[in-house]
């Protein structure tokens, strides 16, 4: 029976590793040779990739600290869990809302200032307490409009949220998928255009990956077309906002407040700025979801080579035939790549049973089942075909 081994690179919640049987995996901090990584914060960029190892799953959604395109290269599917954390996040997201909207931050600094630093209690406390609240009058979010950037598992739930609290939502996602699509309240009402959203929202919250796309989307340009004491929401990466141009909108009046998860030096201290310590998937029950989401998608491809949400691969799932031998191959998506695998199979006297290929960007993977004994020098003669990344024998 084959043995896996899956190294951990940080503390991957036990309600998911619980879920390896231990018959088939090893699991530990320190694995020399690993089949699998297993990952959440851990910067992998300078990484020495071990020869043994298949496939990298990270508990959460974005895979900014992975190596994508390098291990895809490499036949190494990274795997992430969309969706996972998407209520905590959402959560977040409405908390930020009415930390904006009722300054309630910056109102419990100064209850606390006044006890803690002045020293007041009593009628003195009572009579600065109203003296003082007038200055954090905030706004009342029915009848406010929410721009929601990037329809996704996260950005759906804050916008049919956000509905359910009474504002006006917006939403913009040109690649909209047919699942979200349909899990979004027909009440969101979808734009065409950054830049009609922006001008049409008096809070913007933003829900897309930071890639060279979204880099700085929210600039000058965009808070300039927004109205009057808007508030930008930022749970997603800090680099999608141009926080220079953030600050100076805050400090001219134009915007209301900023609320983000990603502390800066300069951000951290502004007045009008609300910024935690990147708690948006930082529940208990968020990193449940995710270990459990991780651990599910890697032990399905060691065992079966299915692949689910890859960042860098197609989705390719295929139930095993029953009296067969799965071979799973990645390959440089180009032509006849199929009619070159077949044929080293038919040559080696195999029958296919079931056969599956998806390409994706510049890479393709295929999962074959054969009948028939799949001898080791068959491996060799499919990697001798130009192009062929990877082959392996699965073999549980």
């Known amino acids: 029976?084959?043995?896996?081994?899956?190294?951990?690179?940080?503390?991957?919640?036990?309600?998911?590793?619980?879920?390896?049987?231990?018959?088939?995996?090893?699991?530990?901090?320190?694995?020399?040779?690993?089949?699998?990584?297993?990952?959440?914060?851990?910067?992998?960029?300078?990484?020495?990739?071990?020869?043994?190892?298949?496939?990298?799953?990270?508990?959460?959604a974005g895979t900014n600290n992975i190596p994508v395109a390098r291990l895809a290269a490499l036949g190494i599917p990274v795997f992430n869990t969309p969706g996972a954390n998407a209520n905590a996040v959402k959560e977040l997201v409405i908390a930020g809302?009415?930390?904006?909207?009722?300054?309630?931050?910056?109102?419990?600094?100064?209850?606390?200032?006044?006890?803690?630093e002045k020293g007041l209690a009593g009628k003195e406390?009572?009579?600065?307490?109203?003296?003082?609240?007038?200055?954090?009058?905030?706004f009342e979010l029915p009848g406010k409009s929410l721009g929601v950037i990037g329809l996704g598992a996260i950005g759906v739930l804050v916008a049919n949220a956000a509905h359910a609290l009474g504002l006006k939502v917006l939403g913009y996602d040109p690649a909209l998928t047919i699942k979200n699509a349909w899990q979004l309240s027909p009440n969101v009402e979808?734009?065409?255009?950054?830049?009609?959203?922006?001008?049409?929202?008096?809070m913007i919250t933003l829900h897309v990956p930071l890639v060279d796309g979204t880099r700085g989307l929210v600039n000058a340009e965009r808070i300039a077309l927004m109205p009057q004491g808007g508030v930008v929401l930022n749970f997603a990466r800090g680099g999608v906002v141009d926080e220079a141009a953030v600050l100076q909108a805050l400090d001219s009046g134009h915007l209301?407040?900023?609320?983000?998860?990603?502390?800066?030096?300069?951000g951290a201290v502004h007045p009008r700025v609300v910024t935690l310590p990147h708690l948006?998937?930082?529940?208990?029950?968020?990193?449940?979801?995710?270990?459990?989401?991780?651990?599910?998608?890697?032990?399905?491809?060691?065992?079966?080579?299915?692949?689910?949400?890859?960042?860098?691969?197609?989705?390719?799932?295929?139930?095993?035939?029953?009296g067969t031998t799965r071979v799973g191959i990645f390959n440089e998506n180009k032509p006849n790549m199929i009619g070159q695998i077949t044929a080293v199979l038919a040559d080696a006297g195999l029958n296919v049973a079931e056969f599956t290929n998806k390409s994706q960007g510049d890479y393709?993977?295929?999962?074959?089942?054969?009948?028939?004994?799949?001898?080791?020098?068959?491996?060799?003669?499919?990697?001798?075909?130009?192009?062929?990344?990877?082959?392996?024998?699965?073999?549980?």
Request: with cysteine; hydrophobic share 40%; glycine share 6%.
């Open 364 to 396: 393709a993977y295929t999962l074959v089942d054969v009948e028939g004994e799949v001898r080791d020098e068959l491996k060799e003669q499919i990697l001798a075909i130009d192009g062929v990344i990877r082959a392996r024998k699965i073999e549980t």
């Open 280 to 322: 948006g998937a930082s529940t208990g029950e968020a990193e449940d979801n995710c270990a459990i989401m991780a651990v599910d998608q890697l032990a399905d491809y060691l065992l079966h080579g299915n692949i689910r949400n890859s960042v860098n691969y197609p989705e390719v799932v295929m139930a095993r035939t029953p």
């Open 256 to 266: 209301h407040a900023y609320v983000n998860d990603f502390p800066s030096e300069s």
């Open 1 to 60: 029976m084959t043995t896996f081994h899956i190294q951990t690179l940080n503390a991957i919640s036990p309600v998911g590793l619980q879920r390896l049987d231990r018959e088939l995996f090893d699991i530990g901090t320190d694995i020399p040779e690993p089949r699998g990584i297993l990952v959440r914060s851990a910067d992998l960029h300078s990484m020495d990739v071990p020869p043994s190892l298949y496939a990298v799953a990270r508990a959460g």
């Open 97 to 116: 809302m009415l930390l904006a909207a009722r300054n309630l931050y910056h109102a419990a600094d100064y209850t606390r200032d006044l006890v803690a």
């Open 190 to 202: 979808q734009v065409t255009s950054v830049e009609e959203l922006f001008s049409r929202s008096d």
């Open 125 to 138: 406390l009572d009579v600065q307490v109203e003296a003082g609240k007038k200055q954090f009058a905030g």
